[in-house]
C-alpha cells in the first residue's frame, strides 16, 4: 500500500509519479494536503542526503489543487553550504498542455553536533500513546481514500471535558511503492491532519483548506505514531491558522503551522 507508484525519470531528469486512490481528498477530485506533503519531502531527504546534515524545517506551499494524474518532481540546492542549506523541490502536474508547479516546498538543512548534553524542551507533557483509545474519533467528520489510510487514537486531557485535545495518528502506507520511507517522510505524510484535528469548524457547513504547511523539527522524529496537538484559529474575515505541537513517543519534536482559507459550503 503506498500513496504513489514511481514510474522512472523523464529525459531530462525529473522523477514521474503516479498516485494511488489513498491520495484522495476530503474537498474535492484533489488530493488531501498530506500525499503531496509528503512526496516533496521525499524529494528534499533523498537529495544529496550523505551530507552530515539532517532537516531542521519543511515548508510545503500548495499552489492549487493537486489532480488524480501523473505528477513528476525537480529538487535542487538553492543556498549550498557546510554548516547550513536550502533545499527547493517543485511538484509539477500537466495543465493545458504545459507542465506546471502545484506544489513547490523548501527545506533547512542544518549541520549535526553533539549536543545531547543540553537537550531541552518546554512543550507540555501530552496522553500517551498507550493512553488514548483506539478508535478513529478525529476522523468521524472527514471523507476520501486519504483519510481511509490512516488511524488515530484520542484522549481527552487533564482538566478538559471537551473533545478530545490529543490525537496520536500513523499509517501503513508507504510514500512510494516498494520504498521504505525515512521517518521525516513518514511524519509528514500525517502531519497535514492537523488541520482536521484542531478543527473548530464542522467541515459539513465549512471549507477549512490549508494552503501551506510549515513543520519545524527541533529533534529528528521516531518512525511510527506521530502525536498531534493541534488548535485552530479563525479570524473575521475568512483567514484562519492552525498551530500545532509534535510528538513522538520519546515526546516532543518539532511545530507545525498551516493558513486556512475559510469559506462556508455550498447548500
Not at 517522510?185 to 473548530?200: F, P, R, Y
Amino acid at each position: 500500500m503506498a500513496y504513489y507508484e514511481f514510474l522512472g525519470t523523464t529525459d531530462d531528469g525529473l522523477n514521474r509519479y503516479l498516485p494511488t486512490e489513498h491520495t484522495h481528498g476530503a474537498w474535492g477530485a484533489f488530493q488531501h494536503g498530506s500525499p503531496p506533503a509528503a512526496l516533496a519531502s521525499r524529494e528534499l531527504e533523498r537529495f544529496s542526503p550523505d551530507d552530515g546534515m539532517r532537516t531542521a524545517r519543511i515548508t510545503v506551499n500548495l499552489l492549487g489543487p493537486v489532480p488524480y494524474t501523473e505528477l513528476r518532481a525537480r529538487t535542487r540546492i538553492v543556498r549550498p553550504g557546510k554548516q547550513i542549506k536550502k533545499l527547493e523541490t517543485e511538484i509539477l502536474a500537466e495543465s493545458r498542455g504545459e507542465w506546471r508547479p502545484c506544489v513547490v516546498a523548501t527545506s533547512w538543512r542544518l549541520a549535526t553536533f553533539d549536543t545531547s548534553e543540553i537537550e531541552h524542551t518546554r512543550e507540555a507533557a501530552v496522553p500517551s500513546l498507550a493512553e488514548c483509545t483506539e478508535d478513529n474519533v478525529p476522523l468521524k467528520d472527514w471523507e476520501g481514500g486519504y483519510i481511509q489510510s490512516i488511524v488515530a487514537r484520542s484522549a481527552h486531557e487533564p482538566g478538559l471535558e471537551t473533545e478530545p485535545q490529543m490525537h496520536w495518528v500513523n499509517t501503513e502506507h508507504q510514500v512510494v511503492a516498494a520504498e521504505e520511507p525515512t521517518a521525516i517522510e513518514h511524519a509528514m505524510s500525517v502531519v497535514d491532519t492537523a488541520n482536521g484535528i484542531g478543527a473548530v469548524l464542522n467541515p459539513k457547513d465549512w471549507a477549512f483548506m490549508n494552503v501551506d504547511l510549515t513543520v519545524h523539527f527541533h529533534r529528528e522524529p521516531e518512525f511510527g505514531w506521530l502525536g498531534i496537538r493541534a488548535r485552530g484559529n479563525i479570524g473575521p474575515d475568512g483567514v484562519g491558522m492552525t498551530g500545532t505541537v509534535l510528538y513522538d513517543e520519546k515526546g516532543a519534536v518539532g511545530r507545525a503551522a498551516q493558513a486556512l482559507l475559510v469559506r462556508p459550503q455550498p447548500k
